[in-house]
């Protein structure tokens, strides 16, 4: 069953990881119930009647991306794919059904070519009211391996926290929807990896890096960033992911929202490291760092790199971030 | 001031890693003040008058452990050394002083010989009153290259949580340090490593792993374990973790508190399959899995690897568990 030229990972058989890997993320957490048969994440408790509900989801390898942010104040389902790999829309449309209170849905999407087919398909399916917002705010490129238009990572999760709450307010879908947009359109991101990930089916590494190179605007899945450069200090690299982020929408004479975010393989101290290199390059900028988050959030298996998601706020986005929440790897206020 | 040969790490000069860390860490959260000078971090909002504290800390490259869980319900301050380097008596007698509200301060020390050594020294330095725990869990191995008796891993995180929630409480420092030993004496870890850790100042793996080996109880300094293994499967690495924790204590019949802890370069994909292995082992074994922790909590920098922590509970210390906390790297109930 096992053999020893199988790639270093805590894995039985490739072929069953996703499946293995939910059933321990349900196991550890009781708040959350899994459709094993659909690979679809439920919150354990239901949203009340007549609440909009907020449904995100995509290929598996980004944890704690999506079924991570599922519960109070955020998702209310979230459909896992295989790895790297869309999820089905007999998937979308089961899980749009079962979290529909009456209020209709709404479909968190990050901008890949198989998410977005999917997610309309079922969007056409499914009896619910659905509205969609797509998630397309990295920077590095404009068309990439798996994307027409721009890649939609980080600012994902943090849309879903901020409209998660707005839905728990009670708001409409029209509503909910619209600010979903609105975040949508507020924010940037860039990332850099310093190594590729490895799929367990693939057991190669997905891109080639040499010992002194790095991917400056990789995707979360390795797709090819704006170049590959030679490896630089961690203050050159905060500028490298800060400058286009700033050169690409107006984020000074606002609050923002900041993450710092680790691709999976980088640990907490450099994850920190680099944050205070980024503050301080966006704080010369003029942006004021209202709230941050450091740490894993959005990432690409075993990838070691990080990226920088700079959110546009005010007084209402930021009243909604700071909102309770309780999910598996975001809990605040409650 | 920077080369290419230097290790693929987000970092600037080797020397300046853990400076320029805590300073990111800092500045990331609000809620805790760093002493650059003497590399202390402390609750920005100290404890009232009469009030039990509690210091910690050690070397660096276990983050988040300590300065990640300073804050309402754990810790008081965090001393942090130099990466897998203990801290000078004189930072530990600095901080002692600082958090001491006139009812005495527990110092809780993960046993290494260093660390021994150096809060020794400062508890015969400091004019408060000290209690010591010192936790030495881990059933890998009886010495160790920097330990007389057992390590000290990752019990150390829970034992924080659930002490620290007793101070909050009120409880006088006896009350306190007596809970302190129960729990230290209550729990048992064991860990395996993938792949080495690399210390930047060093730039080379602290020790060689062929592409088909693991190291199986290892420690979170890169120590010697029990053995040198073939890779194996998920299912088998759990049972090399669990049935020695297993025969070391008895926890059956109790509930249990189960951490599946990540070391640093093992994404969540990776630790929830492992925590499914681990709980259902545990499961059949007659424990009953009551309360869990998956993620990164106690790492050994970029290492690749996992450990296990099982803590037998009672009524008592699942409510102390339960309780509200506020730290960067541990949240709940406010």
Same mark, same amino acid.
């Given at each position: 069953?096992?053999?020893? /030229? ?5 894995? !039985? ?89 009456? #209020? ?32 397309? /705010? ?17 600012? =994902?999760?943090?849309? /879903? ?37 490895? @799929? ?14 790095? /991917? ?12 590959? #450069? ?30 710092? !975010? ?29 709230? =941050?988050?450091?740490? !894993?959030?959005? =990432? ?9 998601? @700079? ?24």
């Amino acid at each position: 069953m096992w053999d020893a /030229e199988t790639v270093k990972k805590f894995i !039985n058989r490739p072929e069953d990881v996703v499946a293995e890997s939910l059933a321990g993320f349900a196991a550890a957490h009781p708040e959350v119930r899994l459709d094993a048969a659909s690979r679809v994440v439920y919150r354990a408790e239901p949203k009340p009647h007549g609440t909009v509900a907020l449904l995100s989801g995509g290929g598996t390898g980004h944890e704690p991306l999506h079924a991570g942010y599922v519960g109070f104040g955020m998702l209310d389902a979230a459909v896992a794919g295989e790895i790297f790999t869309s999820p089905t829309p007999d998937q979308i449309v089961a899980a749009t059904g079962a979290i529909d209170t009456g #209020a209709g849905v709404l479909h968190i999407v990050k901008n890949y070519t198989g998410d977005v087919m999917n997610f309309d398909m079922a969007t056409e399916l499914t009896t619910s009211a659905v509205e969609t917002v797509i998630v397309a /705010e990295d920077v590095a490129v404009e068309d990439s391996t798996f994307t027409a238009g721009r890649r939609g990572t980080g600012l =994902t999760m943090l849309l /879903e926290k901020i409209v998660g709450a707005a839905a728990e307010q009670g708001r409409d879908l029209a509503e909910v929807a619209a600010l979903a947009r609105r975040v949508a359109t507020s924010g940037r991101s860039m990332g850099v990896a310093l190594t590729s990930s490895t @799929v367990p089916a693939s057991g190669r590494p997905t891109f080639a890096l040499s010992d002194s190179e790095m /991917e400056v605007g990789v995707g979360i899945h390795g797709e090819p960033g704006r170049r590959r #450069a030679p490896l630089a200090s961690a203050h050159e690299i905060a500028a490298m992911l800060v400058d286009p982020i700033l050169a690409d929408h107006e984020f000074g004479g606002s609050p923002a929202v900041v993450m710092l !975010n680790g691709m999976g393989g980088t640990p907490l101290i450099e994850l920190y490291l680099m944050f205070g290199e980024v503050k301080s390059l966006l704080e010369k900028a003029g942006v004021t760092v209202a709230r =941050t988050l450091v740490g !894993n959030y959005v =990432t690409s298996l075993d990838m070691a790199g990080c990226s920088v998601t @700079v959110l546009r706020a005010d007084d209402e986005l930021l009243g909604l971030w700071d909102a309770p929440v309780n999910t598996p790897a975001l809990r605040w206020g409650i």
